[in-house]
């Protein structure tokens, strides 16, 4: 072909360096969506052709990589092509005078989305040439740009197939991404679903199609096994169910697979999104309500506002809108699971309790079909709330773990406690007196609990009261009194018993204990004292734990009775620690020498009394 007189070389009107810079650092994530940028020309391309002169299968898009026999990348589609007038206005939208005018650009705008393209190639390129024939019947035309921000443009003379190919000359840095084995990976990344036929050219002849239909575009008409066998590729795993999804007002169809096991709490909502069944993202995180962290999305749209860098969605009222319309439908599949398919739900809870407590919360309709079938932690053991609830008209709860582990020390069998510390727990004990009726529940304290435990006999008053005394006098220093009442589990010496602004206050001492000194330490003692002048001002003095001794323990009896003021302190020391590790919890530096210190003497007043023995007698 010849060229017509005009071939001089221009330069761009913007800093060309700097806008791929812009590109390459703060639009796309990586230099690869280059690919994606000319699948989405060339589908649009095609569409445009389809519109002006009807369908054709035999159309396409046909990419060639680099191979060791060549070393020109080309991407050609039979699409309605350029005429040499929209190739000026293509310049000219390539060399607007300010990146921003760039990047504002509406992609709906088929010479917008082009230009859009076209500066993605120079992130892999030294050099594009694009040459074209438009369906319109003008002469075809050519374009050559440069990375030193130089182009030029001329009509050809001679015949082209309608259609337009790009040829890339690749940057010495970027082979790789136009070698056949990643352009092979990329276009069925970003092309797999696409309306249109795909071909890449292999490096020894022949070549592959990568496109192929997509089981989500259309699921409710879909085979199930099919939906489930796309699931099994997209997790890694069976999914636990297929959820068809369909959302009208923003032309979004997809599913909503069920995964096969827990995901941690807050974790990233990993959804896969089509926009045109080209693919925005496998990573959308913003597309489902926050409690539906059990399902992964994979959905197509016509209608989603894509970010500038088409990797993301806006979050705009569309978007809003899809979000609550797929809440919807997993709120509806939950509750039609729970009408035909009971022990499927059973299963489903047991593996997503933590997002059905989250859900049912917020949703009084749902939590009245899921909640008998959610678990708590009792003071009986673990059970359903089911069965918790048809044995109990009356139930407790306990706002905190270390609350609930020391009332479950003493709370009595037929006044069950629920271990409110984990997340969503309190409030669903709050919320079922709304779904069981003449259920009642309460919210107990240790103190509380306390108060029903019985008092020592009349007759051991005298000896109750001044094992009180001395035991309260050698834990002073721990910031411990002691008091004694009857357990009803003789096996139990001792319980440590503290409400939550003590566990505040041991907390904040310990974290002082520790630390340098300086700011923080000095921040912590500013913080307890204002605590402590808060409970004064309250006409409370400074509150303490409790070592609550059972009566019911032999040791505790026989230590009512010690006159050794050695022996008592150590002893009474040692069932103090005792009881801080079965109520888990952590030791402070001060708690673990007072054991060592109370171990220590212990044995050395014991070896002493050994060796004071008569000989022939022993311990």
């Not at 990375?147 to 030029?152: A, E, H, L, N, P």
Request: charged share 20%; glycine share 6%.
């Amino acid at each position: 072909m010849t060229a017509t007189p005009d071939d001089d070389l221009q330069s761009f009107q913007v800093n060309l360096t700097g806008v791929v810079d812009l590109l390459s650092k703060h639009i796309y994530s990586s230099p690869r969506v280059y690919l994606r940028e000319l699948l989405q020309n060339g589908r649009d391309a095609l569409a445009a052709r389809v519109e002006l002169d009807g369908d054709d299968a035999s159309r396409g898009i046909r990419i060639t990589p680099l191979s060791d026999s060549n070393d020109t990348f080309r991407f050609q589609d039979d699409g309605i092509g350029l005429t040499a007038a929209e190739m000026t206005e293509l310049l000219s939208t390539v060399g607007r005078s300010s990146k921003r005018d760039i990047f504002d650009l509406p992609r709906s705008d088929y010479l917008g989305q082009f230009g859009i393209g076209l500066l993605s190639c120079f992130m892999v390129a030294d050099q594009i040439v694009i040459q074209s024939r438009s369906a319109r019947g003008s002469a075809p035309v050519e374009w050559i740009g440069n990375s030193d921000g130089t182009f030029s443009v001329r009509e050809l003379e001679g015949d082209l197939p309608i259609g337009t190919t790009v040829s890339l000359k690749p940057r010495f840095d970027q082979h790789d991404l136009l070698s056949t084995t990643t352009v092979m990976a990329l276009a069925k990344t970003f092309a797999e679903f696409l309306p249109v036929t795909v071909r890449v050219d292999l490096p020894h002849g022949g070549s592959e199609t990568v496109t192929h239909a997509a089981p989500f575009i259309e699921p409710h008409t879909t085979d199930p096994v099919e939906l489930l066998a796309y699931g099994r590729e997209l997790l890694g795993a069976d999914p636990f169910a297929a959820i068809p999804l369909s959302v009208p007002g923003t032309s979004t169809t997809g599913v909503a697979y069920v995964l096969p096991s827990s995901p941690p709490p807050g974790a990233r909502q990993a959804n896969r999104v089509y926009l045109g069944r080209m693919l925005l993202s496998e990573n959308v995180d913003a597309l489902l309500p926050d409690w539906a962290f059990f399902v992964r999305v994979v959905l197509n749209s016509t209608a989603l506002t894509p970010t500038a860098s088409r990797e993301s969605l806006v979050d705009d009222d569309l978007l809003e809108h899809t979000r609550s319309a797929i809440g919807t439908t997993l709120r509806q599949w939950v509750l039609e699971l729970a009408a035909r398919n009971p022990g499927q739900l059973s299963d489903f809870v047991n593996l997503h309790s933590l997002a059905l407590k989250s859900l049912v919360i917020h949703d009084e309709e749902l939590a009245t079909f899921i909640t008998p079938w959610l678990s708590v932690e009792t003071t009986l053991g673990r059970m359903t709330i089911e069965t918790l609830t048809r044995d109990h008209k009356a139930l407790r709860y306990a706002e905190s773990v270390d609350e609930f582990r020391q009332i479950a020390s003493i709370a009595s069998a037929d006044r069950p406690v629920i271990n409110g510390g984990y997340v969503y727990d309190t409030e669903i004990a709050r919320l079922l007196p709304t779904i069981v009726d003449g259920l009642t529940v309460d919210r107990v304290s240790v103190l509380d609990e306390l108060d029903f435990l019985e008092v020592p006999p009349l007759d051991a008053r005298t000896a109750v009261a001044r094992l009180e005394d001395r035991a309260s006098a050698v834990l002073a220093d721990a910031n411990c009194s002691v008091i004694v009442r009857s357990v009803p589990s003789a096996d139990v010496t001792g319980l440590y018993l503290a409400d939550p602004e003590v566990l505040r206050s041991i907390d904040r001492r310990s974290a002082r204990e520790v630390s340098k000194p300086g700011l923080w330490q000095n921040v912590l003692g500013k913080v307890d004292a204002f605590a402590d002048e808060r409970l004064a001002s309250d006409g409370i003095s400074k509150s303490l734990a409790r070592l609550c001794l059972n009566w019911n323990n032999p040791v505790v009896v026989t230590l009512s009775t010690l006159s050794d003021d050695a022996v008592f302190s150590r002893t009474i020391q040692l069932l103090y620690v005792q009881a801080l590790l079965t109520s888990q919890r952590p030791l402070s530096v001060r708690d673990r020498a007072m054991m060592t210190n109370s171990m220590s003497d212990l044995i050395a007043m014991s070896v002493k009394l050994g060796d004071d023995l008569p000989e022939g007698n022993s311990l």
